[in-house]
């Protein structure tokens, strides 16, 4: 019988194979200790990527494209791990996740970083604030936002890029034309205490819940309707419990890609340098596509035949920006007036023209 001693460095190798992938080129019969260390040493890093939303959506892809590029650039030196639909871990939970290290990066939506004590993120809520693309572009891409990722330092975190989806539209069991319309509906809201005071300016009752229960709340009856991107209402088959929804885009939907501090900073240097590379390249990827998901995911809603989609007319959209207007007002104590001074500045924002 062999003894423990000759026989360990086999066990131990065989029970770390099946994650190193590994398993293929490797013979028992000549392990030793040389052996294991050997192929510790060159086991592959592994970053798991948790999200919440269906694989085929903006953040969906993104992630995936980053998988592929990190892993070709770092030549099998890193593993990504992606982890779609809260299959790993649901809103609130994964960004505990990644501050323990159990998960090593993340992309929540910009809506989720207020519980985490980084109010000024909420600013993305501001209904209308952003007139088009554009207008957002010269936040993120400006100082304000580096400003903003730079926040998260405090938290354990590293904010390293952002990533688009798009502008809101809202749904609900009834055809919502007019901000009364919206009058006593329990509405599905991320956890953004601005996205809360834009219910209630317009008299709905906000109900914060997480993304992967927000269908089953939905069909259950728990709320009455919700706002979000088409591409997150078409891919988690919001068609099936909402019969209208109105392109209101009222209110930008985006993400913070962002990863546990600790870990990305005890990266080899030339590891976390194509990572940054091949985040760069993802990025680029996840912004040109998010605006033709949306448009393609909101003819699939239109196709279905189970939602009746509402467009506004100038008229009509003009009474939501009214509507919504006092809510800047509400959240400036919360945001900082200064910074959303800057935001008006880089997006020219400014009601007067409104009419
Ligand atoms: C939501 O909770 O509605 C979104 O943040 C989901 C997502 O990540 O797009």
Known sequence: MKSVRAILPTALLLAWMPWTGWAATYNAASAGWADVSNALAQAP???????????????????????????AATKGRVKVEVYPNSTLYKDKE?????????????????AKFGP???????????????????????????????????KLESKGLLGLAYWDNG??????????????DL???????????????????????????????????????????????????????????????TVTDHGYLGYAVIANRKFWEALPGDLRSLLEVALLDATDHANSIAAQRNAEDLQAIKATGKTQVLTLNPAEKLAFKKAFLPVHRAMADR????????????TQFDPKAWG
């Open 183 to 245: 009058q006593g509906l329990r509405m599905r809201i991320q956890p953004s205490k601005v996205l809360d005071e834009q219910m209630r300016a317009v008299g709905a009752v906000p109900q914060v819940l997480a993304f992967s229960d927000v269908l089953s709340a939905l069909k259950g009856g728990l709320v009455d309707g919700q706002e979000n991107t088409a591409s997150n209402f078409y891919t988690q088959s919001m068609y099936t419990a909402q019969k209208y929804l």
């Open 116 to 150: 985490l004590g980084v109010k000024e993120f909420e600013l993305f809520d501001l209904p209308y604030i952003f007139p088009d693309k554009a207008a957002l572009d010269r936040v993120t891409d400006g100082p304000i936002g580096r400003d903003l990722l730079k």
């Open 45 to 71: 890093i592994v970053i798991k990527f948790s999200h919440v939303v269906a694989k085929d959506t903006p953040k969906g892809k993104a992630a995936e494209k980053f998988r592929e590029l990190a892993e």
């Open 167 to 180: 502008f809101k539209v809202m749904s609900a069991n009834k055809p919502l034309r007019t901000p009364a």
């Open 335 to 346: 945001i900082g007036a200064d910074l959303i001074k800057q935001v008006y500045a880089a």
């Open 94 to 110: 994964e960004l505990e996740a990644l501050q323990l290290g159990a998960v090593q990066m993340l992309a929540p939506s910009l």
